[in-house]
């Protein structure tokens, strides 16, 4: 009896399992959103080769939980800045290959979302007089969109300096 019961099992389970069935298109929409594709490597800041005047080392940075890399250079003085403060600060943008993308200073209240994320999450916890470099992925710089002077989903690379914080 109980062979009887596995070829009747097979029996109602192979048309299912057919290429065009319903039942494997949800198997395959499942196993996708388990299994996204991984991202283009040169959207990954651990992949790149970066220019030598940059003085980016990857293997000497540290991760903030946003996925931004930075490493300071100096760590300035004072009290830090907290992610509401007002600060004054400087930077300036490149891409990997050492090509200048962006430069400027501002004044500008944390939290308020009005400069890139990538930088607005790193300035918490410097101090007046830092400055760090930074290594911003796509998603928290310009993203798929670019800018004239910088494509789609490109990672850049930022030095930053905290002139001055206003709490």
Not at 68 to 80: R, T
Not at 110 to 132: D, F
């Amino acid at each position: 009896m109980r062979p009887a019961l596995l070829v009747l099992a097979f029996a109602t389970a192979l048309p299912a399992c057919r290429a065009d069935s319903p039942a494997r298109a949800a198997i395959r929409s499942v196993g996708a959103g388990l299994n996204p594709p991984l991202p283009p490597p040169d959207t990954i800041p651990e992949l790149l080769d970066y220019d030598a005047d940059l003085g980016v080392n990857i293997t000497e940075m540290a991760r903030l939980p946003t996925g931004v890399l930075y490493q300071d250079i100096v760590v300035g003085s004072g009290q830090e800045a907290t992610p509401t403060d007002s600060v004054d600060i400087a930077f300036q943008g490149w891409l990997p290959n050492g090509s200048k993308v962006d430069s400027g200073t501002v004044a500008i209240r944390l939290g308020s979302g009005t400069i890139m994320p990538g930088i607005e999450g790193a300035i918490p916890g410097m101090k007046a007089g830092g400055r760090r470099k930074l290594v911003i992925p796509p998603g928290l710089a310009f993203g798929g969109d670019g800018t004239d002077a910088i494509p789609p989903n490109a990672v850049v690379v930022y030095d930053l300096e905290l002139r001055t914080i206003v709490p």
